[in-house]
């Protein structure tokens, strides 16, 4: 068995409530790569309506949409990220990559005697 020790680091973002986090980033990833809010949570073995909820809880928390989505028909339909959305969404994946480098020199200079 591998008893190595480690640090988990997760960065949630809050108004009077989380509005923002690893799961609602995750989605707009998926969101962005597949160009659909239905398909990034298929793709998440994620309900729809969990998704869609999960979306419109962080816009009415953040202030600002995330998505701009359009309905199906002949074409079909499907969603992008809104600048906001997108600036946010950079933001929080460039704080979230520079925490986890000041974490791990941190986690070397205090737990290193521990491996």
């Known amino acids: 068995m591998d008893r190595k020790i480690r640090t988990v680091l997760t960065v949630r973002l809050f108004t009077d409530e989380?509005?923002?986090?690893?799961g609602?980033?995750?989605?707009l990833h998926k969101v962005r790569e597949?160009?659909?809010?239905?398909?990034?949570?298929m793709?998440?073995?994620?309900?729809?309506s969990k998704a869609w909820t999960?979306?419109?809880n962080a816009e009415r928390?953040?202030?600002?949409p995330l998505l701009l989505s359009t309905t199906?028909?002949?074409?079909?339909?499907g969603a992008v990220l809104t600048e906001e959305g997108?600036?946010?969404?950079?933001?929080?994946?460039g704080y979230c990559a520079e925490l986890r480098e000041t974490a791990d020199r941190l986690y070397d200079k205090y737990f290193a005697k521990f491996q």
Do not use: E, N, W
């Open 18 to 22: 989380k509005c923002f986090g690893p």
């Open 24 to 27: 609602v980033a995750t989605l």
């Open 34 to 41: 597949l160009h659909s809010l239905r398909a990034a949570a």
């Open 43 to 48: 793709d998440m073995s994620m309900a729809y």
């Open 54 to 56: 999960i979306v419109k």
């Open 61 to 64: 928390q953040m202030g600002f």
């Open 72 to 77: 199906g028909g002949r074409h079909g339909g």
């Open 86 to 93: 997108q600036a946010l969404l950079d933001a929080y994946d």
